[in-house]
């Protein structure tokens, strides 16, 4: 199947979970995939291809453990 890559701007050393919702207007926004620790100034998460005719995306910060 497909996948999508996304990338986006970080801090080494802090964790990032990337959340999806199928529309805007009333979001439930749930967890794609496991958190991302950063290495550098950008990271990168995979997510399969969502057979849905759309699919949003955000990036969050976790809280430092």
């Avoid at 990168?44 to 910060?61: G, H, T």
């Amino acid at each position: 199947g497909s996948t999508i890559l996304l990338t986006w701007s970080g801090i080494a050393n802090l964790s990032y979970q990337v959340q999806s919702a199928g529309n805007l207007s009333n979001p439930l926004w749930t967890n794609a995939g496991a958190a991302v620790t950063a290495a550098g100034d950008l990271v990168s998460a995979s997510e399969p291809a969502n057979k849905a005719s759309q699919q949003f995306y955000r990036v969050i910060l976790l809280p430092a453990p």
